[in-house]
Structures are given as C-alpha cells and as structure tokens.
C-alpha cells in the first residue's frame, strides 16, 4: 500500500524469546522499536474438533467473558496469553488504560476489524465475529494515552509499572500541561483541569520528577498542540463565551504557534520513559 511501512515482528514460526511471555514481548519490543502506529498479528489456531472452522478477529479490550467469570481462573488457564487480572492495582491500570484507548481510538480499531471481517465474508469464509481481549502482546507496549491524571494512587501506579516493564521496555505518557499557553491564558477555566475527574495536574518538570522518584529516566518528549483546538473550544463554553467554537479555535492557533517556539508549551504532552540502568 502507497505510503505505508510494514514492519515485520517475524516471517517464519520461530520464537523470538525461551518462553512464551519473552515471545510475545520482544515483538511487542520490535514494534515499539519502529513507532508502530497500527499492530497486526495473524495466527493459525489449532482444535481438537475438526468441526471447528471460521476467522475472528480480536481488538484489545475485556470481553464479557473475562468480566463475568473468576478472573483468578482465566489467569491460570491462560497465563501466557493474558495479563493478570487478579491483582486489584494491576487491574485498575489496565482498565484505566482500555477505557482512554477505547474513548480515543476505540472506533478506528472496530472500524478496521469490521472491514477485515467482511472481507473474510466476500471470501466465502466462515466469520467468527470480532472479540475484544486483554492480549498481552497488544498492552506490552505500555501507552497510558491520558491515564495518568484519572488514578488515585499515584506512586503505587508508578511503582507497579515499574514492576510491570521489561528491562527494554518503554513506558510512554500523555498527560494535559499545566503550564501550556492555554492553561495560563484560560486559568481556572480551562478545560483540562476537568475537575473531579482530573485528580493531578502535571508541568513537564513535575512528571519527571515523579518518574525519577520512581526508577524511571525521561528519553523523549514530544508536544501535542493540536490538543489546544479542542480544549480551547471547551474552555470558551466553559467561560460562558457566545461563539465559543470561534474564539476557541483562535485560541487554539495561538497556542499552535506558541508551541512551535516552546515545545514546552504545548496543551498536552508525550513522555517516552525507560528504566534507569
């Protein structure tokens, strides 16, 4: 396809790690690695029963499964292929997680699932529908895409992730700033505070005193000005303005053009972090 780079975790059945969960993450590594924007990953599952037949095709989420039975007992019949539920912190970071992935990019995932699934059916072959599923492959890449500020306990949720990332892995943060150019020019209107919902409030200076407090070590940043449009728009509503799509949208290329001098700046940010080694 014209414009788009594939980046292969492997081309032949061979396991990239001595067990299973080192398997699944070094793909996963490989696909941090490229920048990644969409993961595909395409098997052959085998069954006892030759009546078995059909594609699906699974996004990232909890199925009705997973939320309905023990979760203690899915873990142990699948351990290689799940993440643990079964630790309350550990589920809350996850799930925190699945609903902002969800919230933001939850369409774009069915959507494509949709259009694969149909033309499995084109083909004539046997649908067997599309399955959310806490995949470990898919959550190794440790996104918390405007997670950060909803938990309540923050240094625990550090400390887990700290626990939880591979040695190479890579813990990447997006959180609203604080100190951004909208904030300071819509103070206590502006709409990322989103109070109650927003419980801490992040400059770039702070999360990374937060990280290193934690083990962590900051090896990129990147703006998201772009964010300023939106919040600037809810802002205006918030302040009472008429016109508030208007005037938020030229708040909005104020602070895009803000953040082109001082990334810094920006009305939300990205934080790439590592382990400290």
Request: aromatic share 10%; hydrophobic share 40%.
């Amino acid at each position: 396809m014209p414009g788009v780079k594939v980046v292969y975790t492997r081309k032949t059945d061979k396991a990239l790690g001595p067990d299973k969960a080192k398997d699944l993450q070094a793909r996963a590594d490989i696909a941090n690695k490229a920048g990644g924007d969409l993961f595909i990953s395409i098997h052959v599952n085998a069954a006892k029963s030759t009546a078995a037949r059909g594609v699906e095709t699974l996004i990232m989420g909890e199925s009705p499964k997973e939320q309905r039975y023990n979760e203690n007992a899915l873990f142990e019949n699948n351990r290689e292929d799940l993440i643990d539920m079964s630790d309350e912190r550990t589920a809350a970071i996850v799930r925190a997680y699945i609903q902002n992935l969800q919230f933001t990019y939850g369409e774009y995932s069915m959507a494509i699932a949709r259009c694969i699934q149909n033309n499995y059916l084109k083909a004539g072959r046997h649908s067997r529908g599309i399955k959310p599923q806490l995949l470990r492959v898919l959550y190794a890449t440790d996104t918390l895409w405007h997670v950060m500020e909803h938990l309540e306990h923050l240094d625990e949720v550090w400390q887990r992730l700290h626990e939880l990332l591979t040695e190479k892995g890579v813990l990447i943060v997006a959180v609203p700033n604080c100190s951004s150019y909208d904030a300071q020019r819509y103070g206590e209107y502006w709409a990322a505070y989103d109070v109650p919902r927003h419980l801490w409030h992040f400059t770039p200076g702070t999360i990374q005193q937060l990280a290193s407090r934690h083990g962590f070590i900051m090896a990129a940043r990147h703006p998201m000005p772009f964010d300023a449009f939106y919040v600037s728009m809810l802002s205006e509503k918030h302040r009472g303005s008429s016109c508030s799509f208007l005037k938020g949208m030229f708040a909005g290329t104020l602070a895009w053009f803000n953040a082109l001098g001082r990334k810094e700046r920006s009305s939300s940010m990205i934080y790439v972090f590592r382990k400290k080694r």
